[in-house]
């Protein structure tokens, strides 16, 4: 799994049933979760403040009383400042509502730090979205820019395994989505390297699923994906998630409640592939604008304010990095000089920063990084340092 152990954004967590355990890293205080039951029994409107997640137990919610629930519920999710992630938790014979857009329905035994970690999985991916689109308005595209081949494709579910159940994920999945069968993990990964698939269902005996999700995991290019493992026993759920499972399904579902499941990780999965596939294009459209003398200081300074005014509605700072050489104590004689410099300090950069982070060569200012957090700063000043202590330039 693309395993993240940090949030992105902190703050309350709304909660209804299961309240997310707390990492020990300082976290937001328990004193300002938010118990959804509550707030719905008393009519109340929900706090200003964006939450870190949030989290329904379905099993917390009876009959009538569920629907009226999410009613009272989603209108105010949409009205937030910003898309937050949102989990039902589950079992295999639960009634799900219809017309839910979940992050992620996910097994209700999910153990609390796999929650936790998909938590940080999800708030990670909703900046790589945002990011993406913001490039994609701002920049622009390559003309003819094609895609590799894990990101290309129509929406498509692969599953792997010789359960002889793949009939019944055929008739589970959306009519538009295309349903390809592997035997193991290796034919698997050979698929996925030729085309994209939103989601992986592994439908397999305990031991033989543990080895595909790791076979699966282990490529950098997958570690992402949703992966729902298949489990006849309930001892086993827990270490499938903590193996690399996004999900765990357990014995019969209901065929609504498994569709639901199935195309709430596909529609993940699909948004991440696609928000990959734009990141992926502006990496190469950015470097082909160093051989233009770099970005314009218009595009970037356009690219500044509208990722500033997003990252200020999760409460996070955008952080600008001018990586002009004399601020690493280097001179240069002449401008052939300052142009092998300018690389090797956007090269450091390029290979020490995440893909949502901006790398790039700007027209009268040099090299900048444009980080969302703090932390990569101090990250990228000591690789930068490290590299130039050991570098003859």
């Known amino acids: 799994m693309d395993v993240e152990t940090s949030l992105s954004w902190r703050g309350p967590y709304w909660y209804a049933g299961r309240r997310p355990r707390r990492s020990s890293n300082g976290d937001a205080p328990e004193d300002l979760d938010v118990s959804l039951v509550s707030m719905f029994d008393r009519g109340s409107k929900l706090p200003t403040a964006l939450p870190a997640a949030i989290v329904v137990d379905i099993i917390s919610l009876e009959g009538e009383r569920r629907d ?27 009634i799900l509502p219809t017309g839910l857009q979940p992050t992620a329905i996910i097994d209700r035994i999910v153990p609390d ?34 895609t590799a081949p894990h990101h290309s494709g129509t929406s498509s579910l692969l599953v792997v395994g010789l359960s002889g159940r793949f009939l019944e994920w055929q008739d589970a999945s959306e009519e ?42 282990r490529d950098a290019r997958f570690a992402g994906l949703p992966v729902l493992a298949v489990c006849e026993r309930e001892e086993d759920i827990a270490h499938l998630f903590r193996n690399g499972a996004s999900d765990v399904l357990v014995g019969e ?10 195309n709430s990780a596909m529609r993940f999965g699909k948004r991440r592939r696609l928000a990959d596939r734009v990141l992926a294009e502006s990496h ?35 952080w600008e990095m001018r990586l002009q050489p004399e601020n690493f104590g280097i001179t240069a004689s002449s401008s052939e000089e300052l142009e092998d410099i300018n690389t090797t300090l956007l090269s450091i950069a390029d290979a020490t920063s ?37 570098t003859v330039l």
């Open 253 to 262: 579902n209901r065929k609504e409640t498994l569709s639901h499941r199935l």
């Open 354 to 390: 995440r893909d949502e982070d901006l790398v790039c060569l700007v027209k009268d200012f040099g090299p900048v990084a444009v980080l969302k957090n703090e932390a990569g700063t101090t990250r990228l000043q000591k690789r930068i340092n490290s590299i130039l202590t050991h």
């Open 68 to 94: 009226d629930f999410f009613s009272w519920l989603l209108p105010q999710i949409k009205n937030l400042a910003s898309e937050v992630p949102f989990y039902i938790l589950t079992g295999s014979d639960d």
């Open 113 to 146: 730090e796999v929650l936790l970690m998909l938590i940080c999985i999800h708030q990670r991916a909703l900046l790589r979205s945002d990011e993406a689109q913001l490039r994609r308005r701002i920049f622009g595209r390559i003309p003819g820019f094609g």
């Open 176 to 217: 538009k989505v295309e349903v390809v069968g592997a035997f193991d993990g290796s034919m698997a990964v050979e698929f996925m390297s030729k085309r994209a698939f939103d989601a992986v269902v592994i439908d397999a005996p305990f031991d033989d699923a543990v080895d595909y999700m790791q076979q699966i995991r």
């Open 284 to 318: 190469v459209w950015l470097r082909q604008r160093i051989n233009q003398g770099g970005l314009g200081v218009e595009e970037y300074t356009r690219y500044l304010e509208a990722c500033s005014n997003g990252l200020a509605a999760r409460g996070l700072d955008l």
